[in-house]
């Protein structure tokens, strides 16, 4: 894959959008850490591209009323139209044993 970017393309990308997101609310990145309840080195970090916990960005997005971002790093697992010609149709019913009764 030559369009795959690596770890620390990725927290550069990552930490821009959030950085970038900060400044169009205006806030300040101090604002940001209380509001969050994390410390202000976090959110440095965090926009810095520098790491940062999973728990720092969701905290941080929260603040930001940006939450729908982390649905796009895990949308819902659908089943595609192929794989439903394949799947039996479930049972919608439990069978009748009246009407399996053998005669003798």
């Given at each position: ?30 604002v940001?850490?209380?509001?969050a ?13 520098n ?32 794989q ?12 009748n ?8």
């Amino acid at each position: 894959m030559d369009d795959a970017f690596t770890i620390e393309e990725w927290e550069r990308k990552i930490a821009e959008q959030v950085r970038s997101l900060r400044l169009r609310l205006n806030l300040p990145q101090a604002v940001v850490s209380d509001r969050a309840g994390i410390s202000l080195t976090a959110i440095k970090n965090l926009e810095s591209g520098n790491g940062a916990a999973i728990k720092t960005l969701i905290k941080v997005l929260r603040v930001y009323g940006r939450e729908d971002w982390l649905n796009t790093l895990a949308p819902p697992v659908t089943v595609s139209p192929l794989q439903m010609l394949h799947s039996k149709i479930p049972r919608m019913r439990a069978t009748n044993f009246k009407k399996l009764k053998i005669k003798e």
